[in-house]
């Protein structure tokens, strides 16, 4: 590339210096220079001229080697320029260098926190390969974009950094090293951490990870991804893997309760001890995300009771094949889970919530797949409880409950079981359910009053296809039963 701008260069040189001569082969009065004579008299008279004409050579010589000087000048410039120029090419396409807002690390700082301490409001950072990190990276730059760039074989700058781009904990697993994010508008993409966590503090808002991959094993770090009363961010396609489920308490990603009106989407977090998402904040918005290997896949839920946290909404969410835990724990007020599946667990859905609503769900192969205790204005509709060990579905002291349209069938323990203890439900509805051939009751009612039981189809269950105990004033009708223990 170099010798074509070479040749290039000089070749336009020369022809601007041909025709800058026969600019100069003029007189002053822009006439032609004289012509051969014709004969001796006119050779006489010519003399003076030519004479005159030796001082326009000399003039021409010296205009020459003026030209000369500024062509090696302009083709010492133009080396110098294709020099640049090839550098940068192999630094990577669009870098740009001191006079952009573009800074990458570890070409031109050798850390992340380097990198960030001179970048400008809405500049971007570009990480190639990996990169050592000791110690938290302050990230208060607003509108500041960090996004990881793969090194690509061939490239001189890359030797040494290829493959994903990687911030990695110099520490190992020996500290509690994370992104520190505290400005808005901060966004970090692309990017696999090592052993390094992202917090997200308040007055940060408008944060975006995107396309990022944590490993973290590191048990003094309780939580790999954390909102700090931090709102309105999003974390789209993100990967989180933990140190496992017996990691001291370990949780993926947590917003705390004064994090409220963020978004989740399209991320999958695996090997949690204490939860893969635990949401304490209000409003926000958890959408085809994944959890495996964990004692709590999804968790709402606020113990401390200081704020009330409310209005969550969980969309086709994953947290199937878990045999030690539940996939959705609901504590808290107004909670929404909606085309969710948590087949093969303990639990589908722990529900312990006012106002919840649990809608196109599937517990199938559960201990109990939606068991239900003090969730006043419960609503579980359209979901699948086949096979289940226990019970499918299970409503423990709650009142103003509505089962509608659910399934639960041929499992060892029982379909639906609807239980007061100690007084009675009011205005419960059990409507359009099917609870076929289970090994003990299809439906079983204890202590429920003022409720309303129809349409229900409950045969060929072992023990007792439709039992009530100690119930009164329940209207039971157009429903299709086998058999009933007690009376219908």
Do not use: W
């Not at 090419?89 to 001191?98: A, E, I």
């Not at 690509?152 to 493959?163: A, L, M, S």
């Not at 309780?222 to 789209?236: K, L």
């Amino acid at each position: 590339m170099r010798t074509k701008l070479s040749l290039i260069l000089l070749t336009l040189m020369l022809v601007g210096i041909i025709y800058s001569c026969r600019k100069d082969a003029q007189n002053a009065d822009n006439s032609t220079l004289p012509v051969a004579p014709t004969n001796m008299s006119t050779a006489r008279s010519k003399m003076e001229s030519m004479r005159s004409a030796d001082g326009f050579a000399f003039h021409l010589a010296d205009r020459m080697k003026d030209k000369c000087r500024d062509l090696t000048r302009r083709l010492h410039d133009a080396r110098h320029e294709t020099e640049s120029f090839i550098s940068r090419c192999k630094n990577g396409p669009g870098k740009s260098h001191s006079h952009s807002n573009v800074i990458y690390v570890p070409q031109e700082y050798p850390t992340l926190q380097a990198a960030v301490d001179i970048a400008p409001a809405g500049a971007r950072i570009v990480v190639c390969g990996t990169v050592a990190q000791s110690g938290n990276v302050l990230i208060n730059t607003e509108n500041l974009t960090i996004e990881g760039q793969e090194g690509r074989d061939g490239d001189d700058d890359h030797e040494g950094h290829k493959g994903p781009a990687t911030l990695k904990d110099s520490n190992d697993s020996l500290s509690t090293d994370n992104l520190v994010i505290t400005a808005p508008g901060v966004t970090v993409k692309n990017l696999k951490l090592l052993n390094i966590g992202i917090q997200v503090n308040n007055p940060a808002t408008g944060v975006i990870l995107a396309h990022d991959k944590v490993v973290n094993d590191n048990l003094n770090n309780p939580s790999i991804i954390t909102f700090t009363n931090s709102s309105r961010n999003e974390i789209t396609d993100c990967c989180l893997n933990g140190a496992g489920i017996n990691a001291a308490g370990q949780i993926g990603i947590m917003l705390d309760s004064l994090s409220n009106h963020n978004e989740i989407e399209d991320c999958s977090v695996d090997n949690t001890d204490f939860a893969a998402y635990n949401i304490t904040g209000s409003d926000n918005q958890i959408k085809h995300c994944r959890a495996t290997n964990y004692n709590l896949g999804f968790a709402v839920y606020n113990f401390l009771g200081t704020t009330s946290t409310t209005g969550n909404v969980f969309t086709d969410c994953n947290a199937d094949n878990c045999a030690q835990g539940s996939g959705f724990l609901l504590y808290a007020n107004d909670v929404s889970v909606f085309n969710c599946s948590a087949n093969n667990c303990v639990n589908a859905v722990v529900n312990v919530s006012l106002s919840s609503r649990i809608e196109h769900c599937s517990g199938n192969g559960c201990f109990q797949a939606f068991i239900n205790y003090l969730a006043n204005d419960l609503t579980v509709t359209d979901c699948t409880a086949n096979q289940c060990s226990y019970s499918g579905i299970q409503v423990e002291i709650c009142s103003n409950f509505k089962l509608t349209h659910n399934t639960s069938n041929g499992g060892p323990g029982s379909g639906i079981i609807i239980n007061n203890y100690s007084g009675n439900f009011s205005k419960g509805i059990l409507e359009d359910n099917n609870t076929n051939g289970n090994t003990a009751f299809g439906i079983y009612l204890n202590s429920v009053a003022n409720s309303t039981i129809r349409e229900n189809k409950s045969v060929h269950n072992g023990q007792c296809d439709f039992d009530q105990t100690n119930c009164n004033t329940n209207v039971v009708s157009h429903n299709q039963f086998g058999n009933s223990c007690s009376g219908m």
